[in-house]
Structures are given as C-alpha cells and as structure tokens.
C-alpha cells in the first residue's frame, strides 16, 4: 500500500513508511527494553493484515470558507481539523459511510459545528462496526436534539447503506474536548450493535468500550485465559471490568466471577452481556476495585486470580496493594500502557509477586501502542501488612 498522504498533518500514526515487519521488531525492542527486566518476553504477535482494522471510526466536521463539508481528525496537539477521505487503519465502510452523510449535509441544509463561533448543529460522526456479526452503528454528535427532518435524514442514508443496522443521535452542547455527550436518542433501530469475541456475544453502545481491533483482541483474551489456569473451582475477580468482556469469557472455566468497575453505565451493559450469554455464575458491582478487594480481605474472604485490564495510565499503588492484600495466587495484567507496565510490575515484585512471561500483542499497526499480557504469580507467603 502506498505511504500514507495524510501522515505528516494528522499524527495519528507513529510509524508510516515503515514495513509492518519493521514495525514488530521496533515494538519488540521496546518491550524487551521496558519488561525484559522483570521476566521473559515472547514473541510479539502481528496482525495478518495491519490495514484497516479499527472497527470504531471517528470523524470531526467541519466546513471551509466556500462552503465545501470537510471529516477528517485533528492535526496533533490541535483542533485544526486534517481532512482525511480514507485512512489506512480505519474500517473502509465505516468511511464510506462517513463520505455520505457528508455528502447529504447540503442537501438538507444542516448547519456543522464551529469551535470558535460555538455555532452549528452537526460535530462529529462515530461509527462502530460489528467484526464478526457485520452490524453497524451510526452515531450523529449534535450540540441541539432538535434535528430538522431526522427522519428523511435516516431514510436517505439507509438508501445509501442499507446495512446500517441503528442510527443514535448524541447531544453534546458543551464546548469541551469531549466528543461524546451523555444523552442518546436512538433514530433508527435498538440503538446499538452487538458482535462476538471468543464465543461471547456483546452489545455494543455509543458509549460503550470494546476494542477497536477485536482480530487480535480475540487472541490477546485466549492468551490470557490460558495462563490463568481455570480449573472451574476458582473464585475470580475482574478489576476495571468495563462491559464485563474479559469476565464473561472467564467465567465458563470459574466457579465464580466478581466484575468490579467504577463506571455504572459500563456496569449495566456488563450484566446485560451476562444475561444475553446465559452466564450466571457471575456478579457485577459498581465500585472501586482497589477499595473492593481491601473490604473483601478484610471480612477474610480469597480471590484464587485476579484479572486486571487498567487504563493507559496503569494502575495505582493503593489499587497494587489491595490486590496483595487479597492474595490471590495469579494475577493476569493486561495492558495497553508498557510504561505504566513495567512500573506497576516493580511495586507487584516488591509485594511478593513475580513476573513469569510478558507475551505482547500487536492491536495497533502503524502506531506505537503495544498490548501486553503477563502473567504474575505469588512467590511469597510472607505477611505484608506493614507494607501494605
């Protein structure tokens, strides 16, 4: 595929112009670097197909002097929007999709946003798509739910892409960098997709998280399931368990499953997963995990392993030492932050916990980001209620 023209605007990809294999050896390098320290590091695992592969697409709107509807990103460290008509990384429906209702704007006299001026009605367009199920969800980020003939709006657009399966208008009316706001109303269909990752079926919203590469997600969670060594009698926690993925798929092999997340929105969707897959050996609670675990140590109560998929950030100390606190005897670490990684690991070693294997995964061609699953077992019977 040829270098791509957007590359030097937009700043969305690290590594254009370097071959994907290139790419690998520059991630391995950097993770040998970051955790070879605390364990060994397998070999990572590509993509068969770097191209195209993020099923959540994002656009920002805008219009030029002369009146031409422009989608595209923001230039980096900016909101200079870069107009971009096919990325190679994003979902090719997806952007044709995009095209369209860009190309309807005029036609039904649609006024888009400006930043400076705060005028205007349309801001973004987000589009999710369904890897395994082919589903797709248009989200219509406005700043007024007032949306002169929607309907007909619809319509037109289903004509185009009659595999549209729901259509959500989002009103975001604050002037913030956010792009989603916090009400939805659904146009067209349930309001959201579903798709399937590892045996599991899961509802997808607007605001709901699930991975943009779910290919390789897919081989990241199998990864993960082999190293905790579920035996089906194991009590298991999964902290920042978001929409309840990776305990779902966790939960088959447990004789029980704890999903804790700070999100309630995330909460509810987590135990409609578990109703839609028939899975009830599972609970999901609203809360902090770090908070969680000390009150479960506390009452003398055991985890046997403890999932662990925190934001880019890493995790806290005070969320590190509750967990060892609990004591459970693995602690698989899914990462998407190897920075934030290898810290987290030095306070888990210092806790009595040890590093057995980092095996990282590539979910993000072309970028720098790295996934990594680790796997980490108690080495140490010692009390560590001083240090903790």
Request: charged fraction near 25%; hydrophobic fraction near 40%.
């Amino acid at each position: 595929m040829k270098p791509c023209p957007y590359a030097k605007k937009c700043g969305g990809c690290d590594y254009q112009g370097i071959p994907y294999e290139k790419q690998l050896e520059l991630k391995q390098a950097e993770m040998n670097r970051l955790l070879g320290v605390f364990c060994p590091v397998h070999e990572i695992t590509g993509m068969d197909n770097p191209y195209h592969y993020r099923n959540k697409v994002h656009a920002v709107l805008s219009r030029t002097k002369d009146g031409k509807i422009l989608s595209g990103m923001y230039e980096e460290d900016s909101h200079k929007v870069v107009p971009v008509s096919d990325c190679q990384i994003e979902n090719e429906k997806a952007g044709e999709i995009i095209r369209s209702i860009c190309g309807l704007i005029p036609s039904f006299k649609l006024t888009v946003y400006n930043e400076i001026s705060g005028f205007g009605l349309l801001r973004h367009v987000l589009v999710r798509v369904g890897e395994k199920t082919g589903e797709i969800l248009v989200v219509l980020v406005v700043t007024d739910p007032v949306f002169p003939s929607k309907n007909n709006f619809v319509k037109a657009l289903r004509k185009k892409h009659p595999e549209i399966t729901s259509v959500v208008l989002n009103i975001n009316s604050r002037r913030t960098s956010m792009v989603l706001g916090t009400r939805d109303i659904v146009l067209y269909g349930p309001g959201f997709i579903e798709d399937e990752i590892c045996g599991m079926r899961f509802r997808i919203s607007a605001q709901s998280f699930y991975q943009v590469n779910p290919v390789q997600a897919e081989k990241l969670y199998e990864k993960a399931m082999e190293l905790a060594h579920l035996t089906g009698k194991e009590r298991v926690i999964d902290a920042y368990c978001g929409t309840g993925t990776i305990g779902l798929i966790a939960s088959g092999s447990a004789s029980e499953l704890i999903g804790v997340e700070l999100n309630d929105e995330a909460v509810k969707d987590a135990v409609k997963n578990a109703r839609k897959n028939h899975v009830e050996n599972v609970r999901f609670i609203t809360g902090d995990a770090g908070e969680f675990m000390r009150a479960m140590a506390k009452d003398k109560e055991h985890a046997d392993v403890l999932f662990m998929d925190p934001p880019r950030s890493g995790a806290s100390e005070e969320f590190l030492r509750s967990a060892a606190l609990l004591s459970p005897s693995r602690i698989i670490y899914i990462s998407c932050g190897p920075e934030s990684l290898a810290r987290d690991l030095a306070v888990l070693q210092k806790l009595g916990y040890r590093a057995k294997g980092a095996w990282p995964y590539d979910l993000f061609g072309f970028t720098k980001h790295v996934e990594c699953c680790v796997l980490l077992e108690r080495v140490s019977n010692r009390n560590f209620l001083s240090v903790l």
